[in-house]
């Protein structure tokens, strides 16, 4: 099993600027505030494939009637999980595919999620 890691790579900015004017007995304050904030989201799981050993219906494997003399249900599972090891038999596959850009379609990349957001006032 491989283990790939996910992560994120977080930026935040704050820009704000205030002021305060006084005339007299009167005062007045005013200024803006920027915010942003950007999350670059990445994920690599599922990209390397995973294969299982192991017997499925569409596999051949050993019966009751092939061993001379009675074979009890557990010894012939332990006899066809023996099957699928040293035959090399593949019982399952998977593998996550991802859109690696708007114009390749999916490929076994690392999963990519950019999120920006801003508020101003």
Known sequence: MTFLKPGRFTRYSNYQDNAEWNFRSHSIRF??????????????????PTFN???NPNTPQ???????????????????????LLGGIVSSGSASFNVESKTTGFKPVQRFQDFSYGNHS
């Not at 200024?31 to 390397?48: K, P, R, S, T, W």
């Not at 050993?62 to 699928?84: C, D, E, K, M, R």
């Open 31 to 48: 200024g803006g505030q920027l915010q942003f904030q950007d999350v670059d989201a990445y994920n690599e799981a599922g990209i390397v």
């Open 53 to 55: 050993l192991g017997i």
């Open 62 to 84: 050993f019966l009751a009637a092939n061993f001379t003399g009675g074979i009890s249900q557990a010894q012939l599972g332990v006899a066809n999980g023996l099957l699928a």
